[in-house]
């Protein structure tokens, strides 16, 4: 296939998700989250993800017409329930609904429960630090990571996302897994045949490994050792235990259409600068923007990810032929 636009490219994603059986909607979700992180750079999170959600739909592990429902057990908190389909939709729901409760209350959360796989988790971030907050986004995934010192998965990778606003420009956005890489550029690396880098994961006897299938059958490599396993099990607290979500060690795969469906959790956290008593948020944001810029070969987190968006929105989004077959195939 030629390269698409990025509005082609999510039209072309949404048909092959409502051949599938999707609503419309949850496909246009859905797409709009894969192009969005393959337009990033975030191939992991990009469009190879297509295959594996399709034999999820067929085989029920996700509920391609469920429709996320919330509720508001307390003022500054939403909990969603996104019912086994995809997380799209309802991280979608706590975008559009958690503005409003920050404004009234200076802070909100919500909490997604019987949710999937949420891509790139910087997204949502950005979306909501485009509304004037800051942002953090929390979320469990299939286990993954032991215990520092042990050798089961007890935990995901576990992803930790935040954005914060700059006046007159893009936010500044982190997004990072809490492994050393994450599991996506694994299984990528998987689907077209080639080894990974060492130092990235370990096979199920703890030893390290350069294959993709030893790597996903054992267990990555926490960030920072120690400390990422630490911080991983601070992530299964948030997103999984308040929420009442699976814990990692209890959630099926993402990686495939077997067994029940996950039912991992997320958790969003929302907070307006204009609820702390002063006006000075904008100008100490642009001053520490300035600090870190000025410094030759420095830069904010998320600018590579930006360059990579702008060169998509140039150049299109070219359609891997392996995934243009398989979605095309429906």
């Not at 996104?82 to 958690?98: C, K, N, S």
């Not at 998965?153 to 492994?179: C, H, K, M």
């Not at 060169?311 to 243009?324: H, K, T």
């Amino acid at each position: 296939m030629k390269p698409l636009s990025i509005s082609d490219a999510i039209d072309w994603a949404a048909a092959a998700f409502v051949r599938c059986g999707c609503s419309a909607d949850n496909a246009r979700s859905v797409a709009v989250a894969l192009v969005s992180a393959e337009a990033d750079g975030l191939k992991g999170h990009g469009l190879s993800r297509i295959p594996t959600y399709l034999k999820m739909v067929r085989s029920g592990k996700i509920d391609g017409a469920a429709r996320p429902s919330s509720t508001l057990p307390r003022p500054g908190v939403l909990a969603i329930d996104a019912a086994h389909g995809f997380a799209y939709p309802a991280i979608d729901l706590a975008v559009a609904e958690l503005p409003a409760l920050a404004a009234a209350q200076g802070i909100a959360t919500a909490s997604i429960r019987r949710s999937n796989h949420c891509g790139e988790t910087g997204l949502p971030c950005e979306a909501l630090a485009r509304k004037g907050l800051v942002a953090l986004l929390f979320a469990n995934t299939p286990g993954a990571i032991a215990p520092w010192g042990g050798r089961e998965p007890v935990f995901g990778t576990n992803p930790i996302a935040f954005a914060a606003p700059l006046e007159g420009r893009e936010p500044a956005v982190v997004d990072l897994a809490l492994s050393k890489v994450a599991r996506g550029p694994i299984a990528a690396a998987k689907q077209r045949g080639e080894s990974i880098p060492g130092g990235w994961a370990l096979d199920a006897d703890g030893n390290p490994t350069t294959e993709p299938d030893k790597a996903l059958q054992g267990s990555m490599i926490p960030l920072g050792d120690a400390k990422g396993a630490a911080l991983a099990f601070m992530v299964e607290v948030l997103a999984a235990c308040l929420p009442g979500a699976n814990l990692a060690f209890e959630a099926s795969s993402f990686l495939d259409g077997k067994g029940p469906p996950p039912a991992t959790g997320q958790l969003l956290l929302v907070i307006d600068p204009a609820a702390f008593g002063h006006v000075q948020f904008g100008e100490r944001m642009a001053t520490l923007a300035r600090a870190i810029e000025r410094q030759s070969g420095a830069r904010l987190p998320g600018a590579r990810r930006l360059a990579n968006r702008s060169r998509a929105a140039r150049e299109g989004i070219i359609i891997p032929p392996e995934i243009a077959t398989i979605a095309n195939g429906n």
